[in-house]
């Protein structure tokens, strides 16, 4: 069992990702719009406004795709699958988009 992890800053990738996973028999995908941390210290602390440029210019997109793939050949095709997907986009990556798998021991629903 695996905890796929997907990092998204092209919005175009989020629908690609999802419908992978819907294909891949792995349709309970959660995602989150998120920010980087260093974004919110620029903005919430002044003092921090330096840090501007450790943040890649152009992200203006942000999501997390998180969901557990019970089946550990069907977790390593998503993978395979969605680092595809970038490649296939523009050719090449640019390295913005990160996606990876974490083992899970246990899950509970409750």
Same mark, same amino acid.
């Given at each position: 069992?695996?905890?796929?992890?997907?990092?998204?800053?092209?919005?175009?990738?989020?629908?690609?990702?999802?419908?992978?996973?819907?294909?891949?028999?792995?349709?309970?995908?959660?995602?989150? %719009?998120?920010? &980087?941390? *260093? @974004?919110?210290?620029? +903005?919430?602390?002044?003092?921090?406004?330096?840090?501007?440029? !450790?943040? =890649?210019?152009?992200?203006?997109?942000?999501?997390?795709?998180?969901?557990?793939?019970?089946?550990?050949?069907?977790?390593?095709?998503?993978? %395979?699958?969605? &680092?595809? *997907? @970038?490649?296939?986009? +523009?050719?090449?990556?640019?390295?913005?988009?990160?996606?990876? !798998?974490? =083992?899970?021991?246990?899950?509970?629903?409750?």
């Amino acid at each position: 069992m695996q905890l796929f992890l997907a990092i998204l800053h092209r919005e175009e990738l989020l629908d690609e990702v999802l419908s992978t996973l819907v294909e891949l028999e792995a349709p309970d995908a959660v995602v989150v %719009e998120s920010r &980087s941390g *260093l @974004e919110l210290l620029e +903005r919430d602390l002044p003092i921090f406004a330096g840090l501007r440029s !450790l943040i =890649p210019s152009g992200i203006d997109f942000s999501s997390l795709v998180v969901c557990v793939i019970e089946d550990d050949r069907l977790a390593g095709e998503a993978l %395979e699958a969605v &680092s595809r *997907l @970038e490649d296939g986009q +523009r050719g090449e990556s640019d390295g913005l988009n990160t996606v990876m !798998l974490v =083992p899970v021991s246990a899950v509970h629903h409750f």
